[in-house]
Nanobody, 128 residues
Framework: QVQLVESGGGSVQAGGSLRLSCAYF????????MGWFRQAPGKEREGVAN????????YYADSVKGRFTISQDNAKSTVYLQMNSLKPEDTAMYYC?????????????????????WGQGTQVTVSS
């Protein structure tokens, strides 16, 4: 059974840091494109960062460039999202998602419909 399990969310003050983890398993063929999305109350789900798991190519939304870093540990089938210099506007439910794509394709995937499998999400709350 395919599962994506996020962890690491929590409440922090502005300027603080959190590291989210997403363990994925149960795939017959491991996904080669993993993404992090977020959804704030009343807003659409938006892409935050992607990583091509066959290498280390990454994509970041403009709103998080320079503050967030996506990384992976293939041996553990886990992707991470290191979030630094957090702002109140980063408050959202964060989801990881899995897809299959070419390198260039993976770096262009930023819509919910681009990804096939999803985790249940982990809440991040940043207070001012």
């Amino acid at each position: 059974q395919v599962q994506l399990v996020e962890s690491g969310g929590g409440s922090v003050q502005a300027g603080g840091s959190l590291r989210l983890s997403c363990a994925y398993f149960g795939f017959t063929y491991s996904p080669n494109c993993m993404g992090w999305f977020r959804q704030a109350p009343g807003k659409e789900r938006e892409g935050v960062a992607n990583i091509y798991t066959g290498g280390d190519s990454t994509y970041y939304a403009d709103s998080v460039k320079g503050r967030f870093t996506i990384s992976q540990d293939n041996a553990k089938s886990t992707v991470y999202l290191q979030m630094n210099s957090l702002k109140p506007e980063d408050t959202a439910m964060y989801y990881c998602a899995a897809a299959w794509a070419t390198v260039s394709g993976c770096l262009r995937l930023n819509r919910q419909r681009d990804f096939t499998y999803w985790g249940q999400g982990t809440q991040v709350t940043v207070s001012s």
